[in-house]
């Protein structure tokens, strides 16, 4: 079988398409036959290496994490959830190959009618962006603020934030083409945040400050987001795509203004129970048609640099996906 790894840091070039043997299913694993997978903008930074900053380091060879869709080929030991034929989605860590392996815990089984793309928003974009902002703790007629709205998960916590009862939503994004696609994915007002001024932007169509902010850019952008939050705001911080370290000022906490952290890991860890009812709730708003997920390129395996590349430039709006 083919799979895709990295044996050097550098540009989308290092990318190479190896032929392996098939890998087999270990205790409480499974094998899935692959028909699409969800790339991650984090892994361009672990591919980068050293020059990516302090936050993003992965040991060489570099493995490609995904979000997996497939057809259950095998299972290893202590699996008896899940058989052979089952068409699954799972987020796995070496998800660049014609096979991969995947914990069987944490699938989620695909609904009947729904199409590879949207389900590949299954296992970790959707739960992400629905659990960002309930650790937002956003309440029903609150304002939204999502950063990066146009990307793989901002475009979903545009919609769940509407689904959940948000009375007003901004979305910002980076150009006219995105900020466009996010207005059509639901936002109420959608903000360039490369203007300056983004803040005063924010508190034109919110004067009163957002209740609530979705940050997964970090640096500036979250530094920033402190000027537009409302009495009692809260940052719900789930990425920091920018690589940026900063340092938030204890007064910006005084105006009873809060951010706390998000991570998938750390919350199926901390809360299992709680994470895979994320996933069966991710997996009814999709099925039934009420979550939208875009897919910005279909490309081949074979094209993995190329996937890359398209992440690297930010030009993508909803999702990048390949296909074996």
Same mark, same amino acid.
């Given at each position: *079988?083919?799979?895709?790894?990295?044996?050097?840091?550098?540009?989308?070039?290092?990318?190479?398409?190896?032929?392996?043997?098939?890998? +087999?299913?270990?205790?409480?694993?499974?094998?899935?036959?692959?028909?699409?997978?969800?790339?991650?903008?984090?892994?361009?930074?672990?591919? @980068?290496?050293?020059?990516?900053?302090? !936050?993003?380091?992965?040991? @060489?060879?570099?493995?490609?994490?995904?979000?997996?869709?497939?057809?259950?080929?095998?299972?290893?030991?202590?699996?008896?959830?899940? &058989? =052979?034929?089952?068409?699954?989605?799972? !987020?796995?860590?070496?998800?660049?190959?014609?096979?991969?392996?995947?914990?069987?815990?944490?699938?989620?089984?695909?609904?009947?009618?729904?199409?590879?793309?949207?389900?590949?928003?299954?296992?970790?974009?959707?739960?992400?962006?629905?659990?960002?902002?309930?650790?937002? #703790?956003?309440?029903?007629?609150?304002?939204?603020?999502?950063?990066?709205?146009?990307?793989?998960?901002? &475009?979903?916590?545009?919609?769940?934030?509407?689904?959940?009862?948000?009375?007003? =939503?901004?979305?910002?994004?980076?150009?006219?083409?995105? @900020?466009?696609?996010?207005?059509?994915?639901?936002?109420?007002?959608?903000?360039?945040?490369?203007?300056?001024?983004?803040?005063?932007?924010?508190?034109?169509?919110?004067?009163?400050?957002?209740?609530?902010?979705?940050?997964?850019?970090?640096?500036?952008?979250?530094?920033?987001?402190?000027?537009?939050?409302?009495? @009692?705001?809260?940052? +719900?911080?789930?990425?920091?795509?920018?690589?940026?370290?900063?340092?938030?000022?204890?007064?910006?906490?005084?105006?009873?203004?809060?951010?706390?952290?998000?991570?998938?890991?750390?919350?199926?860890?901390?809360?299992?129970?709680?994470?895979? #009812?994320? *996933?069966?709730?991710?997996?009814?708003?999709?099925?039934?048609?009420?979550?939208?997920?875009?897919? &910005?390129?279909?490309?081949?395996?074979? +094209?993995?640099?190329?996937? &890359?590349?398209?992440?690297?430039?930010?030009?993508?709006?909803?999702?990048?996906? !390949?296909?074996?």
């Amino acid at each position: *079988m083919r799979r895709v790894r990295y044996h050097e840091y550098g540009d989308p070039d290092v990318l190479t398409v190896e032929e392996v043997d098939r890998p +087999a299913p270990g205790p409480g694993q499974v094998l899935v036959r692959v028909e699409e997978i969800g790339a991650n903008f984090v892994d361009t930074r672990f591919r @980068l290496g050293p020059a990516a900053g302090p !936050l993003f380091r992965r040991p @060489l060879p570099g493995v490609l994490t995904g979000d997996v869709v497939g057809v259950i080929e095998a299972v290893g030991p202590e699996v008896t959830q899940w &058989h =052979v034929g089952r068409r699954v989605a799972g !987020l796995a860590e070496d998800a660049f190959a014609d096979f991969v392996v995947a914990d069987a815990e944490w699938l989620v089984e695909v609904p009947d009618g729904l199409d590879a793309g949207a389900a590949g928003a299954l296992p970790m974009a959707a739960p992400v962006a629905l659990r960002a902002l309930r650790t937002g #703790r956003l309440a029903v007629g609150e304002t939204v603020l999502v950063h990066a709205a146009a990307g793989g998960i901002g &475009h979903l916590a545009v919609q769940l934030a509407t689904l959940l009862g948000a009375g007003t =939503v901004i979305g910002t994004a980076g150009s006219a083409d995105k @900020l466009a696609f996010v207005k059509e994915y639901g936002a109420d007002f959608a903000i360039d945040y490369t203007d300056p001024d983004w803040p005063a932007r924010v508190r034109e169509v919110a004067p009163q400050g957002v209740d609530v902010v979705l940050d997964s850019v970090g640096g500036e952008i979250l530094r920033r987001s402190f000027d537009v939050l409302a009495p @009692l705001g809260r940052i +719900a911080v789930y990425g920091a795509a920018s690589g940026e370290l900063v340092a938030i000022p204890v007064t910006d906490l005084f105006a009873l203004r809060s951010v706390t952290g998000f991570s998938l890991l750390a919350w199926r860890a901390a809360s299992p129970a709680e994470a895979r #009812r994320d *996933m069966v709730e991710s997996a009814d708003h999709l099925g039934s048609g009420r979550l939208r997920v875009a897919v &910005h390129a279909r490309l081949p395996l074979t +094209a993995a640099a190329e996937a &890359h590349r398209v992440l690297d430039a930010r030009g993508q709006s909803g999702r990048v996906v !390949l296909v074996p």
